[in-house]
């Protein structure tokens, strides 16, 4: 590998280990001994859907707004927002790539799942809810973010039990979602929501 990368000049490369391969194997010697080093680790979360019931409509006073009701501007501006200090490294990537590599990943049917969350007509944040691709019924967030001034007064928990709801209307009857062990704030909204951890991933990284 380090001589394919090399040949193509790749400027970097990520290595993901499970969290049994990081602990029972001699590969972290390995990617050390080569120069990589861990950079994430990454808490995976699960939510069994079947039960989930669906909220009075007194329940939440936030309005979900898909693209089509806004625009792609609107959206892809309050995702910038959304992402603003955030504690996962994913996203330090810009927007727009995101959101290219979203609309790759997701096919034309994309649209459906920009979502984005008002509260009293005032943007609050973005979630993006999808069946994950090759999949019939497990349901992921694509992006799920509040705007920082909105943060830490419960519009996140609140915006994230939505955001199951939605999946369970698309078909899913359960939900994986992933977090870095730094983002403490998103590991307590999967705790608050019922989410239970089952796997830890480590990524490692050269330049």
Known sequence: MKEYVKEKEIQS????????????????????????????????YKRDLSSFDEPERKESPIEIKSMEQTTSDIFKRIWKEASAGSLNASSTLCVETEFEGMKSELGPDYTKSCLTAFYENNPI????????????????LFYFGIIPKYRDKGWGAALH??????????????????????????????????????????TYTID
């Not at 979630?127 to 090759?134: A, N, S």
């Open 125 to 140: 944040g973005v979630t993006m809810p999808h069946i994950e691709p090759g999949t019939i019924d497990e349901g992921r």
């Open 13 to 44: 490369v990520s290595i993901v280990l499970s969290e049994k391969d990081a602990l029972n194997t001699e590969y972290p010697s390995v990617l050390k001994a080569f120069g990589y080093q861990k950079q994430e680790t990454q808490y995976f």
């Open 161 to 202: 039990k939505h955001s199951l709801h939605l999946l369970k209307k698309m078909g899913a009857t359960y939900y994986i979602g992933a977090t870095g062990h730094k983002n403490t704030a998103m590991q307590r909204i999967f705790q608050t929501n019922g989410c239970k951890i089952f796997e830890k991933k480590y």
